[in-house]
T-cell receptor, first 111, second 115 residues
């Protein structure tokens, strides 16, 4: 069964600190993996996209990694800001056009 | 360029009523997908339309229906509303019939509350 599991479910860190969010998937055949940021009550906004051959992708202070062998991805946020408070959703696309969403990690940045 | 626009932004309905949600895709995008996102969960796929034809349907009851118009805008209709239909409804547009490969952009959503 195609599944995307994210951890932790929620995370609280102080402003300026770094953090790493995890995504494990059992999607086959794998096509690509996206990380989205979703502010409360808003639609998700794409941060990064990685295909099978890519193992790292950066977007400003956001860096995503992909290990296709272990079917794991991580999103690292450097020097967190208050505006980083949001849900971060891992989305995996399968070769048969299925798009599987994780439940997200809720990140709270404290001043 | 305008992004994906959804209307209304918020809506309150009572049980048993009917609701219509609207979505205008990015100019040039021919694919529209609808998702339901319950609080604390990831989006759940409802429908995909491409060139006015249904290309995919998620595991939702027949109370949910949709259509796409010649200008590629789309409507999602929900009949006989239940309390459990309360959610954020997201529309995503894509230039391709295969948004999993070519990418998709989400609108800001419609927050539906059923009381």
């Amino acid at each position: 069964k195609n599944q995307v599991e994210q951890s932790p479910q929620s995370l609280i860190i102080l402003e300026g600190k770094n953090c790493t969010l995890q995504c494990n998937y059992t999607v086959s055949p794998f096509s690509n993996l996206r990380w989205y940021k979703q502010d409360t009550g808003r639609g998700p906004v794409s941060l990064t996209i990685m295909t099978f051959s890519e193992n790292t992708k950066s977007n400003g202070r956001y860096t995503a990694t992909l290990d296709a062998d272990t079917k794991q991805s991580s999103l690292h946020i450097t020097a967190s800001q208050l505006s980083d408070s949001a849900s971060y959703i891992c989305v995996v696309s399968a070769g048969d056009d299925k798009i599987i969403f994780g439940k997200g990690t809720r990140l709270h940045i404290l001043p | 360029d305008a992004g994906v626009t959804q209307s209304p932004t918020h809506l309150i309905k009572t049980r048993g009523q009917h609701v219509t949600l609207r979505c205008s895709p990015i100019s040039g995008h021919k694919s529209v997908s609808w998702y339901q996102q319950v609080l604390g969960q990831g989006p759940q796929f409802i429908f995909q339309y491409y060139e006015k034809e249904e290309r995919g349907r998620g595991n939702f009851p027949d109370r949910f229906s949709a259509r796409q118009f010649p200008n590629y805008s789309s409507e999602l209709n929900v009949n006989a509303l239940l309390l459990g239909d309360s959610a954020l409804y997201l529309c995503a547009s894509s230039p391709s019939s295969r948004p999993s490969n070519y990418g998709y952009t989400f609108g800001s959503g419609t927050r539906l509350t059923v009381v």
